[in-house]
């Protein structure tokens, strides 16, 4: 396996690769939900590059990226271990070097939600993207369906901007108990782990109304928070029902289906998940 | 020769292109100061894109957007004998279609100069530009000196954002008494395009003037003015003697040299012109 730092060793090591290329954006501390993109580059294409890079762009000034975990040794054994060809560290000078100043803004799907509640996140999160598809020349990028605006933004972008790669998204890892895998997840105290399952639970209980014929979202959101309710440490930022690309709020559940989304707080670690409601 | 209008159709023709792939984009109207951006191409790459597509996205709600010049015919007969290989003529249809809403924004150099006159004018040229890359997957795109800071914009957006690509900045092309070619020049009447040289005459006299040892900026600014006063249908919008990549206005040039540009209107009609002084 392959370790670069800086975008000319990048070339050089995506110039010896076999294509299609594919590209995994991780920002480390991987999980078993980054191994499953892994994987599925890997059935995809003939050679896959993991990025590794927690992006300051996409930080809030009061949030968590000092305290982001960080475990580059472990992650570079997972990733060797897996397979994986060209694993690429860039650091903030590489990435954001002096005079930096373009940016890409995916105007209407980065506002609300989790942009809502973070401003400036998605246009971090869809400058360094862009970046990274650039830099990587890769022929697909492989997604977490569990950061599902981050998904809605990526997509609307490749194909706003012409990207010449293709967008795969893949599904929610879970613990045998519902929660979606997530880096975060670490900071949970073990009482907080335990009832952190309740946004699943919330979103299946959610998806259980809606196919038993409730189109109504409000009353669907209600569904949700009822759940939640039972989780005494639960802190509810909010609850989504919206339309499945625009991201909009919905009255009512059309033949479009819908995205159920959350974020929850268990005292300073914020959670969120997801789920997609078909339409029929 | 080829022609294409819609992305996939540009994706097909492309793959069958020999590498390195040069990309002209236009907005149409060519002229010779084009035909020097193909040759220039031609000299590096293996096959040669031209795009044609006045965009919208670049054009203020007070500007000449319907009344820009168009001449497709003739564009693809100049193309034609000029040996390029494949002309991309989207529609606004292709290039934003409904929904579009991702822009590349490369904020301090857009500011000053033609960004203050133009508000969001190199946002549309940077986002429409980002898309020629990546819709092309061009090795090499090849611009005129005469839009100076567009060049600097489309530089600055080609390293932040890591494009694959060399840019190549082409000198402008000048009528034999020193007038810039631009697809704009069509509208000044006989006595306007008399006059019209004074712009090249300015940049001249101040050169002399830098030559000379002038160092104080104002005072080459002056002499711009001075010169343009002498052309009594000329209306200056601005002068300026500015960083050759910041462009921000200057006191004194100091060794990194300095770019000297202005805009100046005859009628209703603007042309600009710069000239670049060489760090000493």
């Known amino acids: 396996m392959h370790t670069v730092t800086t975008i000319d060793g990048l070339r050089t090591a995506r110039a010896g690769l076999a294509e299609p290329v594919g590209l995994v954006p991780t920002m480390g501390y991987l999980h078993e939900g980054h191994l499953a993109l892994v994987r599925a580059a890997q059935e995809r294409c003939e050679s896959v590059v993991v990025s590794i890079f927690v992006n300051p762009a996409q930080f809030g000034p009061n949030e968590d990226l000092a305290k982001y975990p960080r475990d580059i040794p472990r992650d570079l054994a997972l990733l060797e271990e897996a ?10 000078e590489v990435m954001y070097p002096e005079g930096f100043q373009t940016w890409v803004d995916v105007s209407e799907v980065s506002q609300p939600l ?3 509640m973070r401003p400036g996140h998605f246009r971090g ?8 598809f650039n830099a990587t020349e890769a022929h697909f990028a492989f997604f977490g369906q569990k950061d599902a605006q981050q998904v809605a933004v990526i997509k609307r972008m490749a194909r706003d901007l012409n990207f010449p790669l293709g967008v795969v998204v893949v599904p929610t890892q879970r613990e045998a108990d519902g929660l979606a895998r ?8 073990a009482e907080e782990r335990g009832q952190a399952p309740a946004l699943y639970r919330a979103l299946i209980a959610a998806k259980d109304a809606y196919e038993a014929g409730e189109r109504n979202a ?6 949700m928070l009822g759940t939640l309710a039972g989780a005494s440490l639960a802190q509810v930022q909010y609850v989504s ?3 499945p690309e625009t991201l909009a709020e919905l009255d009512t ?4 289906g819908a995205l159920l989304s959350m974020a929850v707080y268990f005292g300073k670690t914020r959670l969120i998940d ?3 409601l078909e339409g029929q």
């Open 114 to 116: 989790e942009g809502g």
């Open 182 to 189: 997530s880096s975060r997840n670490v900071f949970l105290s």
């Open 274 to 276: 997801n789920l997609v």
């Open 253 to 256: 559940v059309s033949a479009d």
């Open 125 to 132: 999160v869809a400058t360094v993207v862009a970046k990274l």
């Open 218 to 223: 409000e009353k669907i959101r209600r569904v």
């Open 241 to 243: 029902c919206a339309h």
């Open 83 to 92: 397979g994986v060809d060209l694993v690429w560290l860039p650091t903030s």
